[in-house]
Each structure stands twice: as structure tokens, then as C-alpha cells.
């Protein structure tokens, strides 16, 4: 597939296809996300990507460090009782991670499949605009969690 899509493109191009079928890794995925209807079942307990998915937007690994937060968290306030501490971290979790999947879904526009759209994607994300878009996007995740002080209430 990819020797395809590359096919007849100058450039490295050809030097990188013809090293393709050696390499000893490769990284190949689709952008995608599925939707986990429910992220504990018993003692189990989804967490992170795995869970929520926020990847593209650029926020998988604040997000996963703030689920790890959460769950910590609920677990000692449930003195360790499960039934109690995994509802209860889902529910933190699927306000605050709902708030950015339904913000980032950006594939298309990172990944554009033309031309065309690999031009405007390149040239907005050169703009001061859309630069300081993505920084208050981030920003706003360290700074409006609206987390418990878990330690002070345990
Ligand atoms: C190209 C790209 C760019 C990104 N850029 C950013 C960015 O700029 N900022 C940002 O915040 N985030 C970014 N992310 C997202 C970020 O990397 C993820 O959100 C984050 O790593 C998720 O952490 P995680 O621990 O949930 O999952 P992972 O980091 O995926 O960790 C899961 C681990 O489980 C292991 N594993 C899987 N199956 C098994 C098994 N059966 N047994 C044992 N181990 C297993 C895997 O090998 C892996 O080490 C990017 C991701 C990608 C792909």
C-alpha cells in the first residue's frame, strides 16, 4: 500500500520505498478512533489511549497522566472498594476526556489526503492565530481540570 501511494514521487522517495521491505520496524496506522461504550468492567479498567483517545489533538499524554490522577485518586477515597472508586473515575473522566474527543478529531486535517489539503494545513498551522489556538488549547488542559485535592480528603 504505501509502495503505492509513493509510487513515481522524486525526491528520497524511491531510496525510502526500495528500503521498505528491509526495515526491521515499521509504523504504519490509520487515524482512527473507536468509541468504548464503558471503560471498567469488574476489576478491570481502561485507562489513557486505550480509553478515551485524545491523541491527535495533542493531548494523549496529559490526559493519560490526569486519568492516572483520577483513578489513583477515587480508589483511595473508596478505601480500595472498586464498585465504588471505578464509576466514580469514569464519570470525572468521561466529562473531562469527552471535552477534548469532541475537540479533537483532527485527522483529516493533519493527515489531508490531497494536495490541496496538505498546502492549507501547512500554511494555518504557520499562522501566529492558529499557533496560539493550539497553545490556549493545551494551556486550558493543565490549567481547567477542576481536579480534586485527593490528598486532603483521604
Ligand atoms: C504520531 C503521534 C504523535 C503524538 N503527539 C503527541 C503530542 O504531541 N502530545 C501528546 O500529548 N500526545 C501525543 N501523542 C499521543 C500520545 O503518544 C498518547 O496519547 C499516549 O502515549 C497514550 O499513553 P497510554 O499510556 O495511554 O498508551 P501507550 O503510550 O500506547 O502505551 C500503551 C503501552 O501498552 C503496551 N501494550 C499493548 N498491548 C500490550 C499487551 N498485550 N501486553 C503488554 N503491553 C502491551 C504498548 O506496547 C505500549 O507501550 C501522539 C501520538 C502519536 C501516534
Do not use: K
Amino acid at each position: 500500500m504505501i509502495a503505492d501511494a509513493f509510487a513515481g514521487l522524486g525526491w528520497h522517495v524511491p531510496r525510502l520505498l526500495a528500503g521498505l521491505r528491509a526495515a526491521p520496524e515499521l509504523y504504519f496506522d490509520a487515524i482512527a478512533r473507536a468509541g468504548v461504550p464503558c471503560w471498567h468492567a469488574g476489576r478491570a479498567v481502561l485507562l489513557g489511549d486505550a480509553a478515551w483517545g485524545v491523541t491527535l489533538g495533542g493531548m494523549g499524554v496529559g490526559t493519560g497522566l490526569v486519568g492516572a490522577y483520577v483513578l489513583a485518586g477515587e480508589l483511595a477515597l473508596a478505601g480500595g472498594d472498586h464498585r465504588v472508586a471505578l464509576p466514580a473515575y469514569e464519570r470525572r473522566m468521561r466529562a473531562y476526556a469527552g471535552r477534548w474527543q469532541r475537540g479533537a478529531s483532527p485527522g483529516r486535517f493533519l493527515a489531508p489526503a490531497s494536495g490541496w489539503g496538505l498546502w492549507l494545513r501547512d500554511r494555518l498551522l504557520a499562522t501566529r492565530p492558529v499557533q496560539s489556538l493550539l497553545v490556549r488549547g493545551t494551556g486550558s488542559l493543565a490549567t481547567e481540570a477542576d481536579l480534586p485535592d485527593y490528598a486532603a480528603r483521604v
